[in-house]
């Protein structure tokens, strides 16, 4: 089983990203929202638990990225849903319980000007389609598997 390795790939120009802003990225098929909270860069899943819609244009404030929809909540750290979880009981509103699920959350960092974000990918390995894990993970529609 080949060994998975965490690579950081550039998805944009880190002066794209004011503070309070987001941005909609895509890592292969794999759709993820930046976020910049002061100094702090988030990475999660770019679509909300809600009905599915891009969170690009959502509000940042107070730790949480509003869905620009429905205004549904996530903690930029965790993913995990504010609103409406918290507010609502979730016995009492059943339905709500597959729309309030956690955003995936990834690695996210600034370098050298640029954004990147972090995806698991196969390791370099002789013998292995002789790619590399750059060529498996990046942005040219490779194989994350994360
Ligand atoms: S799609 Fe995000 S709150 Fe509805």
């Given amino acids: 089983m080949p060994e998975e390795e965490l690579s950081f790939l550039r998805v944009a120009r880190a002066d794209e990203l004011a503070d309070g802003g987001t941005k909609l990225v895509w890592i292969g098929r794999r759709p993820i929202v930046i976020a910049r909270a002061g100094r702090d860069l988030y990475a999660l899943h770019g679509l909300c638990s809600h009905q599915g819609n891009p969170l690009e244009g959502g509000a940042v404030w107070k730790g949480t990225l509003e869905c620009p929809w429905h205004h549904f909540q996530y903690n930029l750290a965790t993913g995990e849903n504010v609103y409406p979880k918290r507010v ?49 993970g990046g942005q040219g529609g490779g194989r994350p598997l994360t």
């Fill in 88 to 136: 609502y009981p979730l016995d009492a509103q059943p339905h709500l319980r597959r729309q309030v699920r956690s955003l995936r959350t990834y690695s996210v960092r600034e370098r050298d000007g640029y954004i990147e974000v972090g995806v698991r990918t196969v390791a370099r390995t002789r013998g292995h389609r002789g790619q590399s894990s750059r060529e498996e």
